[in-house]
Nanobody
Framework: QVQLVESGGGLVQPGGSRRLSCAAS????????IGWFRQAPGKEREGVSC????????YYADSVKGRFTIARDNAKNTVYLQMNSLKREYPAVYYC???????????????????WGQGTQVTVSS
């Protein structure tokens, strides 16, 4: 079982930036997708962004497109989510998850994800 650990959450002012990290204990296959999800209290979980191990294919939700960037560091088994121009929103817990289907396109967040991290909370507030 792959263990995922998120970090980097915290309090950030509107318009500010934050970088989240998702460190994997190992990857058992060269073909996988890492997704970032977020969930605010009382709201449904939302797929934010993903990156595939195949050609580093990426995808972003419309709500974050142009502001968030996902990238991976293979040497460190880590995927990052750089969040810029953060908006004042409900506090949300950001989760990263590992899926075996290396597809990052429309509907990616509906695919099965086998391993999940514990989450890291991001609060955008002044």
């Amino acid at each position: 079982q792959v263990q995922l650990v998120e970090s980097g959450g915290g309090l950030v002012q509107p318009g500010g930036s934050r970088r989240l990290s998702c460190a994997a204990s190992k990857f058992t296959s060269d073909y996988y997708v890492i997704g970032w999800f977020r969930q605010a209290p009382g709201k449904e979980r939302e797929g934010v962004s993903c990156i595939s191990s195949v050609d580093d294919m990426t995808y972003y939700a419309d709500s974050v497109k142009g502001r968030f960037t996902i990238a991976r560091d293979n040497a460190k088994n880590t995927v990052y989510l750089q969040m810029n121009s953060l908006k004042r929103e409900y506090p949300a817990v950001y989760y990263c998850a590992l899926g075996a289907l290396p597809v990052c396109a429309t509907g990616w967040d509906q695919a099965p994800f086998d391993s999940w991290g514990q989450g890291t909370q991001v609060t955008v507030s002044s």
